[in-house]
């Protein structure tokens, strides 16, 4: 059965970063979220009440067609929308799913976002980062796994830390 890898965590905890890694060392297809919400976001406006719903079904779509061609996907999630666990069983009809908790500090969280190319992700105020953040630190899924990106970027310790948990999922 193929694997799906949830990174979940804070805006700006590194999650992108960690898949972008991950597609790198091991080959795992890394789908961007964000891009697909703001595509949503471009077509119906933030504003829309379909916006969230019709997002996290656009998101279900890229997944279901990348788990077609690999057999170990990842994406990344703060966990934060109501809508999470439904995708996470929308998925888990396909595949195992494997929650991996990404966490960093929050004034960390917010340098890296502020440092970031915001045109690639949904504009959002440092208030409602906060509150997002809160909500994704509380999230509790069954993880295979959790990597603090709070200190120095550690590569070699991520791709081990994803290697053993791939594997003990074989």
């Known amino acids: 059965m193929p694997k799906v890898i949830a990174l979940v965590g804070p805006k700006g905890a590194g999650k992108s970063t960690i898949g972008n890694l991950l597609e790198s ?4 297809r890394f789908v961007r979220v964000e891009p697909i919400f703001l595509s949503v976001y471009d077509a119906l406006g ?9 997002g996290f079904e656009a998101v279900l779509e890229a997944l279901e067609s ?48 502020h440092q970031r190319d915001a045109s690639s992700h949904i504009p959002v ?13 509380a999230v509790q899924l069954p993880w295979a796994a959790q990597i603090d990106n709070g200190g120095p970027f550690d590569p070699n310790t991520i791709v081990r830390k994803i290697q053993s948990v791939l594997t003990e999922n074989a």
């Open 46 to 54: 933030g504003t829309h009440p379909d916006y969230e719903h019709q």
């Open 125 to 137: 105020s440092d208030y409602r980062i906060s509150l997002i953040n809160e909500v994704a630190l």
């Open 66 to 113: 990348e788990l077609e061609q690999a057999e170990a996907i990842c994406f990344e999630s703060t966990g934060a929308s109501r809508y999470t666990e439904w995708l996470l069983r929308e998925l888990g009809r396909l595949a195992t799913i494997l929650p991996v908790r990404v966490i960093a500090d929050n004034a960390q969280c917010l340098e890296r976002i």
């Open 25 to 28: 060392a091991l080959g795992v």
